[in-house]
T-cell receptor, first 112, second 114 residues
Framework: DAKTTQPNSMESNEEEPVHLPCNHS???????IHWYRQLPSQGPEYVIH???SNVNNRMASLAIAEDRKSSTLILHRATLRDAAVYYC?????????????FGTGTRLKVLA | AAGVIQSPRHLIKEKRETATLKCYPI?????VYWYQQGPGQDPQFLIS???????DKGSIPDRFSAQQFSDYHSELNMSSLELGDSALYFC?????????????FGQGTRLTVV
């Protein structure tokens, strides 16, 4: 299975942008990069996903490096509600079929 | 919009008992996944079903079994429960579309084994 590496924890001030990095140096050309987050005592929640191009949605932006060996999830204005564990997950033929494998994500703390 | 429904939300069982967790995926989703999350741990993949057939298997103990029924709901059966089985169990479903789809997770069933 292709692996991802994320920092264990990060802190951000409220209303400031947050850049959450993910390294996936063994990614293949057909693996999608997915991001999920998990708020305390809740099920994981989809945030965004992409293949090669940068992606934007109402929750966040996903910036994918040109060589695809890393990506960055961008929260444009962090709120207290964004405090969660963020998981970067590869999904594709070389990352282990269709299942979503959660590694050790990044625990984001948002300071008021 | 309809979400993934799990029942029950909370379950308390004694050691060596049996538990059945149910999952109702979002309509027209063709894949169901089960995850186990112990205290302070990340979600661990257990098993998945694609169109009612088992499609992938993770670190699911032999004491556990699962199936998906004709109406697409899924059940996770856990026998000879152990204290270490106490965890949050999540079910998720995803629509057709291969790798370019997202999964939607339920709120989970909190199983406590005493």
């Amino acid at each position: 299975d292709a692996k991802t590496t994320q920092p264990n924890s990060m802190e951000s001030n409220e209303e400031e942008p947050v850049h959450l990095p993910c390294n996936h140096s063994t990614i293949s050309g057909t693996d999608y990069i997915h991001w999920y987050r998990q708020l305390p005592s809740q099920g994981p929640e989809y945030v965004i996903h992409g293949l090669t191009s940068n992606v934007n949605n109402r929750m966040a932006s996903l910036a994918i490096a040109e060589d695809r060996k890393s990506s960055t999830l961008i929260l444009h204005r962090a709120t207290l509600r964004d405090a969660a564990v963020y998981y970067c997950i590869l999904r594709g033929p070389t990352s282990g079929t269709y299942k979503y494998i959660f590694g050790t994500g990044t625990r984001l703390k948002v300071l008021a | 919009a309809a979400g993934v429904i799990q029942s029950p939300r909370h379950l308390i069982k004694e050691k060596r008992e049996t538990a059945t967790l149910k999952c109702y995926p979002i309509p027209r989703h063709d894949t169901v996944y089960w995850y186990q999350q112990g205290p302070g741990q990340d979600p661990q993949f257990l098993i998945s079903f694609y169109e009612k057939m088992q499609s992938d298997k993770g670190s699911i103990p032999d004491r556990f079994s699962a199936q998906q029924f004709s109406d697409y709901h899924s059940e996770l059966n856990m026998s000879s429960l152990e204290l270490g089985d106490s965890a949050l169990y999540f079910c998720a479903s995803s629509p057709p579309g291969g790798y370019n789809t997202e999964a939607f997770f339920g709120q989970g069933t909190r199983l406590t084994v005493v």
